[in-house]
T-cell receptor, first 110, second 114 residues
Framework: EPEVTQTPSHQVTQMGQEVILRCVPI?????FYWYRQILGQKVEFLVS????????KSEIFDDQFSVERPDGSNFTLKIRSTKLEDSAMYFC????????FGSGTRLTVV | EDQVTQSPEALRLQEGESSSLNCSYT??????LFWYRQDPGKGPEFLFT???AGEEKEKERLKATLTKKESFLHITAPKPEDSATYLC???????????????FGQGTILTVHP
């Protein structure tokens, strides 16, 4: 069964550092998404990406965040200057049919 | 703004004791209602999508139903391995300014005791 693959599974970073979270979506999907889940809270939408550009973003997705599909298969989320409150699980998903999530990257900002 | 509320927040069952989880929603336009299972430290695992009121879908011990305002996830004769957090989410329609984002509820933590 096709999978969405995310790397790394866990990343620890110092506050103020830049991190890049990587995702390989399902190959024939056209819509790509990033979500995050702070411990004990709801899964929250960050951004959707379609036709090689951002199609929708939430209030959370401010100037410190960016997304890219650099080579037609990978899909990345960059957080430019991490804050303590960015600590969360970050999930990549592709869809819209079936809407499959990856296993997530646990980001810990110290 | 789309809103999703799940109840109860937590549910403890004995093995074999059937029950239902509720998902109430308020949306401006619904393309689909999704049910996911989430194990600790893992990503949501897709279970069902429902598109129209009256629709039902089944998978093993789980059955999902949909009305115009809520969805139910019925669990028949649960086993300990069914213990997980069950998430409900509504999907906005594709097109216009929306590209199918999901709005999640807070989840129901299900624990099934042997």
């Amino acid at each position: 069964e096709p999978e969405v693959t995310q790397t790394p599974s866990h990343q620890v970073t110092q506050m103020g550092q830049e991190v890049i979270l990587r995702c390989v979506p399902i190959s024939n999907h056209l819509y790509f998404y990033w979500y995050r889940q702070i411990l004990g809270q709801k899964v929250e939408f960050l951004v959707s990406f379609y036709n090689n550009e951002i199609s929708e973003k939430s209030e959370i997705f401010d100037d410190q965040f960016s997304v890219e599909r650099p080579d037609g298969s990978n899909f990345t989320l960059k957080i430019r200057s991490t804050k303590l409150e960015d600590s969360a699980m970050y999930f990549c998903a592709s869809g819209p049919w079936g809407y499959t999530f990856g296993s997530g990257t646990r980001l810990t900002v110290v | 703004e789309d809103q999703v509320t799940q109840s109860p927040e937590a549910l403890r069952l004995q093995e074999g004791e059937s029950s239902s989880l509720n998902c109430s929603y308020t949306v401006s336009g619904l393309r689909g209602l999704f049910w996911y299972r989430q194990d600790p430290g893992k990503g949501p695992e897709f279970l069902f999508t429902l598109y129209s009121a009256g629709e039902e879908k089944e998978k093993e011990r789980l059955k999902a139903t949909l009305t115009k305002k809520e969805s139910f996830l019925h669990i028949t004769a649960p086993k300990p391995e069914d213990s997980a957090t069950y998430l409900c989410a509504v999907q906005a329609p594709l097109g216009g300014t929306s590209y199918g984002k999901l709005t999640f509820g807070q989840g129901t933590i299900l624990t099934v005791h042997p």
